[in-house]
Each structure stands twice: as C-alpha cells, then as structure tokens.
C-alpha cells in the first residue's frame, strides 16, 4: 500500500510541477542551543535557554528562491535558566538559488563582517523513502540526507502539493515544499507556519550583493578558526 501511495504521490508531483510555482513560505527556526554546548557544561546551560526561536521567509519562483531571516522578527530577546533575560544577535545571512542555471550566491554574516560566496550548485543526495503522514492538511513523504560536506544529518518531509524545488537554509532538489525538516536529531527544527500562492510587488528575488567575495572553503576555515579561538577562551558554542 505504501509503495502504491508513493506512485502516486510521484506521478501527481510530474503532472503539477509543470504548472508555473511561485510563492512565500514563513518557517519558525527552533534551535536547541544546549546541545551545542560540550556535555559537562552545566554552568553555560543554567545561564541561557535550552531553545532559541526565530522566523525565516522563503520567496520562491519557478526557478529562484531567496531564504532569509522574516523582516519583521521582533527582537531576539529570551529568558534564562535563571530567569534572566539573554539577547541573542543572530547573523543576518540572505541564501539565493536559480535552479536553471545551478548557481548560488550566499550573503553570510561572521562576527560583524559579510562575506559573499557565489558558487555552482549541485542536486542534494537526497534518499525518498516510502513513509508518508499528513502535517497541517499537507499530504508528505519523508527523506533523509547525510550532508558529509556540512556534517550534518538531515530528515525532511516536503508536500508535492506546492511544487517548487525550494526549501529552507538552502535544502532543495526534492519534489516539493519542506513542511519540515530536523537537522543532527532536533539540534534545529524548521516547521512550515504560513504558506501563500503569490508574492507582493516588494517580494523580490534576486542574488544579494556587497561583502566580502570568498569561496566556500574559504569561508568555513574562518569560521573554524574563530570558532576554535572561542572555545579556546570559554568553550561556548558552533555556530551555524
């Protein structure tokens, strides 16, 4: 029965994903920030919150996508252990695909400097498997990646329902919508909240421009870099 639900899950998506896709997707970000600590580090858990949440858009065509932090997120502030209260500064980083022509260009920001990598991309080794569940009236089926380049294991459910190659932190080449998506077991979890078939006059997609032009490797040495210097200092966290 799975097998044949999955047949025609595939051949619903090759008859839709030919009709013109574009749209606006709202996620909420749930981090747990305690399990980026090292495992005997009691006393940084009892001075932050185990979770940080925040909201990210998804502006897609049917070629493009631009993924970046919801412009109306209030600020980042969030109660303690202690029942303080922490600010958290998230990087403002802007993620754009052009699926026709494989090419990314990534605007990220590291402690206080933007850097911008353009690059070629490539379609993720994504495995479908044959488990399917519904998640706020969206039919889905269930896929895995094991991101070695990013060290990351990833578990997604997507809906052919909306047909875009599209997804959050730059997660795509599936055969639909990510309604939600876990990385490295619940580390970070995106869930869908909002969807809309349409996009206003002020929803532009395009690649972002100005920072620092760096290559991928490039960038990612910088951030082990810093992020060994941090832990040197503290042994406080990695970062995304």
Same mark, same amino acid.
């Given at each position: 029965? *799975?097998?044949?639900?999955?047949?025609?899950?595939?051949?619903?998506?090759?008859?839709?994903?030919?009709? /013109?896709?574009? %749209?606006?997707?709202?996620?909420?970000?749930?981090?747990?920030?305690?399990?980026?600590?090292?495992?005997?580090?009691?006393?940084?858990?009892?001075?932050?919150?185990?979770?940080?949440?925040?909201?990210?858009?998804?502006?897609?065509?049917?070629?493009?996508?631009?993924?970046?932090?919801?412009?109306?997120?209030?600020?980042?502030?969030? $109660?303690?252990?202690? %029942?303080?209260?922490?600010?958290?500064?998230? $990087?403002?980083?802007?993620?754009?695909?052009?699926?026709?022509?494989?090419?990314?260009?990534?605007? *990220?920001?590291?402690?206080?400097? *933007?850097?911008?990598?353009?690059?070629?991309? +490539?379609?993720?080794?994504?495995?479908?498997?044959?488990?399917?569940?519904?998640?706020?009236? &969206?039919?889905?089926?269930?896929?895995?990646?094991?991101?070695?380049?990013?060290?990351?294991?990833?578990?997604?459910?997507?809906?052919?329902?909306?047909? +875009?190659?599209? %997804?959050?932190?730059?997660?795509?080449?599936? $055969?639909?919508?990510? /309604?939600?998506?876990?990385?490295?077991?619940?580390?970070?979890?995106?869930?869908?909240?909002? &969807?809309?078939?349409?996009?206003?006059?002020?929803?532009?997609?395009?690649?972002?421009?100005?920072? *620092?032009?760096?290559?991928?490797?490039?960038?990612?040495?910088?951030?082990?870099?810093?992020?060994?210097?941090?832990? %040197?200092?503290?042994?406080?966290?990695?970062?995304?």
């Amino acid at each position: 029965m *799975k097998n044949f639900f999955f047949f025609v899950f595939l051949l619903s998506f090759t008859q839709s994903f030919s009709q /013109v896709a574009e %749209g606006q997707a709202l996620y909420e970000l749930k981090i747990n920030l305690h399990k980026r600590l090292k495992p005997d580090d009691e006393k940084m858990k009892e001075m932050m919150p185990e979770f940080k949440t925040q909201k990210m858009q998804l502006l897609f065509n049917k070629n493009e996508s631009y993924y970046k932090e919801f412009e109306d997120e209030e600020d980042d502030v969030q $109660p303690n252990q202690g %029942g303080g209260r922490m600010r958290f500064m998230s $990087p403002k980083n802007e993620l754009y695909r052009n699926y026709k022509i494989k090419r990314k260009v990534d605007l *990220k920001e590291f402690f206080g400097e *933007k850097f911008r990598i353009e690059d070629t991309i +490539t379609p993720k080794g994504w495995k479908i498997t044959n488990e399917s569940k519904k998640i706020n009236n &969206y039919n889905c089926m269930h896929a895995t990646l094991n991101d070695t380049t990013n060290k990351k294991v990833v578990s997604a459910w997507f809906t052919s329902q909306i047909p +875009t190659m599209s %997804g959050p932190e730059g997660y795509g080449f599936l $055969p639909g919508l990510i /309604v939600e998506m876990t990385i490295n077991e619940d580390e970070m979890i995106y869930t869908l909240m909002d &969807y809309k078939n349409t996009l206003s006059k002020k929803d532009i997609i395009q690649a972002p421009t100005g920072g *620092k032009l760096i290559t991928e490797i490039e960038f990612k040495k910088l951030v082990e870099s810093k992020t060994k210097e941090m832990r %040197g200092r503290r042994g406080m966290m990695r970062t995304n």
